[in-house]
Structure formats: C-alpha cells, structure tokens
Nanobody
Framework: QVQLVESGGGLVQAGGSLRLSCAAS????????VGWYRQAPGKQRELVAF???????NYADSVKGRFTISGDNAKNTVSLQMNSLKPEDTGVYYC??????????WGQGTQVTVSS
C-alpha cells in the first residue's frame, strides 16, 4: 500500500509563503503524475498543480506565477512552494500520486490558513 504523508501547512498572513512537502513510500519514478489538490470549506476539491513523469508541470490559473511544484527523486518527495499567499488559498491541501498501473493514492491532507 502506497502511503503519502504531507507536512508544512500552517497559518500565515496574506503575502507570506509556505512550503508543503509530501513524502511517498515508493519511488516517485513509479508515478505517472504527482500533484497537489486543495479543498476549501464548502467547496469541491480542486487541482492546484501537477507534475508528469517527464518533469513537465501544470498549474491552476489561480496559482500560476505564485506556486511551484517540484520533485526530489532521491528523497521520494514532492513539494509545493507557495508564495504571495492570499486568503482564498486557504484550505486543506492534499498530495496525490498516480502509478503506471493506474492506481491513485492520496495523503491525509494538511491545513493551510491564510489570514487577511
């Protein structure tokens, strides 16, 4: 069973930065995609950013230019650097991984709260 463990969430003022990390129990070379999603209270979970096995990345329009997803193959971690945070970035952030066999795995989530 693949395990994903997020860390790095917290409370930050608007304009501040946070770095989220996701530690995977398997090599991220085993993944076709790794990504970050978030869910705000009363809203559906939405894609924030993802990275393909090729290394190419994609971002939601709302975070382009502010967030950066990256992977460390040696440590089997995926990170999300979040800069210029806004109150609307508040939510629970989830790490997600899809393997080449087509299985999806999710972390337990980490809370990010941005105060105005």
């Amino acid at each position: 069973q693949v395990q994903l463990v997020e860390s790095g969430g917290g409370l930050v003022q608007a304009g501040g930065s946070l770095r989220l990390s996701c530690a995977a129990s398997i090599s991220i070379f085993s993944a076709t995609t790794v990504g970050w999603y978030r869910q705000a209270p009363g809203k559906q979970r939405e894609l924030v950013a993802f990275m393909l096995s090729s290394g190419s990345t994609n971002y939601a329009d709302s975070v382009k230019g502010r967030f950066t997803i990256s992977g460390d193959n040696a440590k089997n971690t995926v990170s999300l650097q979040m800069n210029s945070l806004k109150p609307e970035d508040t939510g629970v952030y989830y790490c997600q991984l899809t393997t080449y066999s087509g299985n999806d795995y999710w972390g337990q989530g980490t809370q990010v709260t941005v105060s105005s």
